[in-house]
């Protein structure tokens, strides 16, 4: 050690680092996602948290006439409805932060530490409003979907004939698809081999890839199942197609407007005090829910197998 000290002629790099600042970036979430369905969805507010789907019973049944030139009576009509139409209920998703008031007031600069656990929270919570607007059980689109709309893949593999098989079933004013990565990948591999790739599309200043000028949005939470080993073959997904708005009688997302402590549409952040232990407790609390206007509005492809790749010789 003496030898050391003796032989050293400055100020070494760790003492000096004592007295530098530290250039520092808020906590990065890896999780976090663009959460495109959010995007293109289209959004409607709700009263008392109840959306009702009103829909017409046959149509066949409603008789008109054309072309009538003599004096016989015109058809006698009526549309009727369905007497018990299904309600949507928002769903909520909340969790209760808790930041002990020492590490706020003490820790909170350059970066204020109940923000920023205030931010990834959300993060978290919005990250699972995704995943519910797909899967969840009541109101997921994958369980919404009618069984006349659900098709299979022909090989396996997601093909240009799969997808346009899909177009044929929601053919009135389509939005765009929406897939696992993994899934836009395997198609774009499979246009690849017939020799006709995608188009890409810019929207939200992002690229995505098209299909007879329909965005593929990516979503990882469209889950793939049987995840395979590195020398096995792929798993499965699906692969949606979606109509959107009310006014198209499509696919739309509901939120509740004025929520106190609204932070976004359907988001409400409110403090529950602070305990004994000085510990401050933040509500964070997200109401959503998503209905399907009609049935033609979301097709899905099944037993999509993304883990298939071809050989070029």
Same mark, same amino acid.
């Given at each position: 050690?003496?030898?050391?000290?003796?032989?050293?002629?400055?100020?070494?790099?760790?003492?000096?680092?004592?007295?530098?600042?530290?250039?520092?970036?808020?906590?990065?979430?890896?999780?976090?996602?663009?959460?495109?369905?959010?995007?293109?969805?289209?959004?409607?507010?709700?009263?008392?948290?109840?959306?009702?789907?009103?829909?017409?019973?046959?149509?066949?049944?409603?008789?008109?006439?054309?072309?009538?030139?003599?004096?016989?009576?015109?058809?006698?009509?009526?549309?009727?409805?369905?007497?018990?139409?299904?309600?949507?209920?928002?769903?909520?998703?909340?969790?209760?932060?808790?930041?002990?008031?020492?590490?706020?007031? $003490?820790?909170?600069?350059?970066?204020?530490?109940?923000?920023?656990?205030?931010?990834?929270?959300?993060?978290?919570?919005?990250?699972?409003?995704?995943?519910?607007?797909?899967?969840?059980?009541?109101?997921?689109?994958?369980?919404?979907?009618?069984?006349?709309?659900?098709?299979?893949?022909?090989?396996?593999?997601?093909?240009?004939?799969?997808?346009?098989?899909?177009?044929?079933?929601?053919?009135?004013?389509?939005?765009?698809?929406?897939?696992?990565?993994?899934?836009?990948?395997?198609?774009?591999?499979?246009?690849?081999?017939?020799?006709?790739?995608?188009?890409?599309?810019?929207?939200?200043?992002?690229?995505?890839?098209?299909?007879?000028?329909?965005?593929?949005?990516?979503?990882?939470?469209?889950?793939?199942?049987?995840?395979?080993?590195?020398?096995?073959?792929? #798993?499965?997904?699906?692969?949606?197609?979606?109509?959107?708005?009310?006014?198209?009688?499509?696919?739309?997302?509901?939120?509740?407007?004025? $929520?106190?402590?609204?932070?976004?549409?359907?988001?409400?952040?409110?403090?529950?005090?602070?305990?004994?232990?000085?510990? #401050?407790?933040?509500?964070?609390? $997200?109401?959503?829910?998503?209905?399907?206007?009609?049935?033609?509005?979301?097709?899905? $492809?099944?037993?999509?197998?993304?883990?298939?790749?071809?050989?070029?010789?």
């Amino acid at each position: 050690m003496a030898d050391e000290k003796e032989s050293r002629q400055a100020l070494g790099d760790r003492a000096a680092r004592q007295l530098a600042n530290t250039t520092k970036t808020p906590a990065q979430l890896g999780s976090t996602t663009p959460r495109w369905l959010v995007s293109f969805l289209s959004w409607t507010p709700v009263e008392s948290g109840t959306y009702r789907v009103n829909r017409v019973k046959d149509a066949a049944k409603v008789e008109v006439a054309c072309g009538q030139r003599d004096e016989r009576d015109l058809p006698e009509t009526f549309v009727d409805f369905e007497e018990h139409p299904r309600e949507h209920t928002l769903s909520m998703v909340s969790t209760v932060l808790d930041v002990h008031t020492r590490v706020s007031d $003490l820790f909170s600069s350059p970066y204020d530490q109940i923000r920023e656990q205030l931010r990834l929270t959300t993060e978290i919570v919005k990250e699972r409003q995704e995943s519910e607007l797909i899967n969840n059980a009541e109101y997921g689109l994958l369980h919404q979907a009618a069984k006349s709309m659900r098709i299979k893949t022909r090989k396996g593999p997601p093909t240009p004939d799969d997808l346009d098989e899909l177009i044929s079933r929601v053919w009135k004013e389509p939005a765009f698809f929406l897939a696992h990565p993994r899934a836009v990948a395997a198609f774009g591999r499979e246009c690849t081999r017939r020799g006709v790739p995608p188009a890409t599309v810019s929207i939200f200043g992002s690229q995505f890839l098209t299909w007879r000028g329909l965005p593929i949005v990516p979503c990882d939470k469209l889950h793939v199942d049987g995840e395979a080993n590195p020398k096995g073959p792929g #798993g499965k997904s699906s692969i949606l197609l979606l109509r959107v708005g009310e006014k198209k009688r499509g696919v739309t997302g509901l939120f509740q407007p004025g $929520l106190p402590g609204e932070q976004t549409p359907g988001l409400s952040v409110r403090f529950m005090g602070i305990n004994r232990k000085a510990i #401050g407790s933040y509500l964070i609390s $997200l109401y959503c829910s998503a209905a399907v206007l009609a049935d033609d509005a979301l097709g899905v $492809l099944e037993d999509v197998e993304v883990g298939h790749y071809h050989e070029y010789h």
